[in-house]
T-cell receptor, first 113, second 112 residues
Framework: AQSVTQPDIHITVSEGASLELRCNYS??????LFWYVQSPGQGLQLLLK??????LVQGIKGFEAEFKRSQSSFNLRKPSVHWSDAAEYFC???????????FGIGTKLQVIP | DAGVIQSPRHEVTEMGQEVTLRCKPI?????LFWYRQTMMRGLELLIY????????DSGMPEDRFSAKMPNASFSTLKIQPSEPRDSAVYFC??????????FGQGTRLTVV
């Protein structure tokens, strides 16, 4: 069974600073990988996904993530954070050929002026 | 499309009462998922349907929980009888042919 670890429960960054949120997964083969964002009181919105091909994927809102097979990681990055990026971010992993996706516990991002 | 629509947005009920949560998936999507989100356990998949047929209900916590999808545009999650530990945010999500899911805004359930 697949699993995903988000080691940082809470991260605080200054507005304009760069951001990297960590995600490590466990799965025997090449997985499907996702990053979702959840604003308070809202549902989850897909930021980006990796299925195959280029290991650097671009998403919405200026986010990108890089799949590193050797490190079993799929870290999310943004070069310059905006106050509106404050939210909770979830990494998720899925097995090819299956619809079930396993979510990480989430990383709550706080942005300070 | 209006996205995945869930109702109600908030539900407060007394222990022992029946609770029904409703979901309208995005038109044309053939997969529907029910998730539960709590502080302690995070986001858990309860059940998912493909073309209105339940495929995997291994995440349903116990027999008090049941889900149906009578047609492609409607699904329900029912808890009977409800208990305080069922308090959580319940999300419905839908997808087309793959695991990339679109989520509704959720129903916050409080059982007192």
């Amino acid at each position: 069974a697949q699993s995903v670890t988000q080691p940082d429960i809470h991260i605080t960054v200054s507005e304009g600073a760069s951001l990297e949120l960590r995600c490590n997964y466990s799965y025997g083969a090449t997985p499907y990988l996702f990053w979702y964002v959840q604003s308070p009181g809202q549902g989850l919105q897909l930021l980006l996904k990796y299925f195959s091909g280029d290991t650097l994927v671009q998403g919405i809102k200026g986010f990108e993530a890089e799949f590193k097979r050797s490190q079993s990681s799929f870290n999310l990055r943004k070069p310059s954070v905006h106050w509106s990026d404050a939210a909770e971010y979830f990494c998720a992993v899925g097995a090819r050929g299956y619809q079930k996706v396993t979510f990480g516990i989430g990383t709550k991002l706080q942005v300070i002026p | 499309d209006a996205g995945v629509i869930q109702s109600p947005r908030h539900e407060v009920t007394e222990m022992g009462q029946e609770v029904t949560l409703r979901c309208k998936p995005i038109s044309g999507h053939d997969y529907l998922f029910w998730y539960r989100q709590t502080m302690m356990r995070g986001l858990e998949l309860l059940i998912y349907f493909n073309n209105n047929v339940p495929i995997d209900d291994s995440g349903m916590p116990e027999d008090r929980f049941s889900a149906k999808m009578p047609n492609a545009s409607f699904s329900t999650l029912k808890i009977q009888p409800s208990e305080p530990r069922d308090s959580a945010v319940y999300f419905c999500a839908s997808s087309h042919r793959g695991p990339e899911a679109f989520f509704g805004q959720g129903t916050r359930l409080t059982v007192v």
